[in-house]
């Protein structure tokens, strides 16, 4: 199982940027995806997630309102769409699958995990 997150990289704060996860060695269609950060000396964080089907998603304070996920069954990937980006949002962004029918937050409920982007804003 192959999890591959790109799409980081040096933005400046209000600028837009999207993440993208491609995933195989498994029925992605089946799986919820999320989304997680960490930053430098923090812990990791809950970003986002959608259900298998694409009908339920979740956000993290932080994210809702700025940040949409999304999902393409037919190409396997999974996307976050980041608007109006701030600093604080510096991070190695991950993305990970979970088997499950609704949308996890916790990182121990996701099984596969990839290698994850960096995303760094700048002020």
């Known amino acids: 199982v192959q999890l591959q997150a790109s799409g980081g990289g040096l933005v400046q704060a209000g600028d837009s940027l999207r993440l993208s996860c491609a995933v195989s060695?498994?029925?992605?269609?089946?799986?919820?995806l999320g989304w997680f950060r960490q930053a430098p000396g923090k812990e990791r964080e809950f970003i986002a997630a959608?259900?298998?089907?694409?009908?339920?998603?979740y956000y993290s304070d932080s994210a809702r309102g700025r940040f949409t996920i999304s999902r393409d069954n037919a190409k396997n990937t999974a996307y976050l769409q980041m608007n109006s980006p701030k600093p604080e949002d510096t991070a190695v962004y991950y993305c990970?699958?979970?088997?499950?029918?609704?949308?996890?937050?916790?990182?121990?409920?996701?099984?596969?995990w990839g290698q994850g982007t960096l995303v760094t804003v700048s002020s």
């Open positions: 990970a699958a979970a088997f499950a029918l609704r949308v996890p937050q916790r990182g121990i409920q996701y099984r596969y």
């Open positions: 060695g498994v029925t992605f269609s089946s799986y919820t």
């Open positions: 959608i259900s298998y089907n694409g009908e339920n998603t």
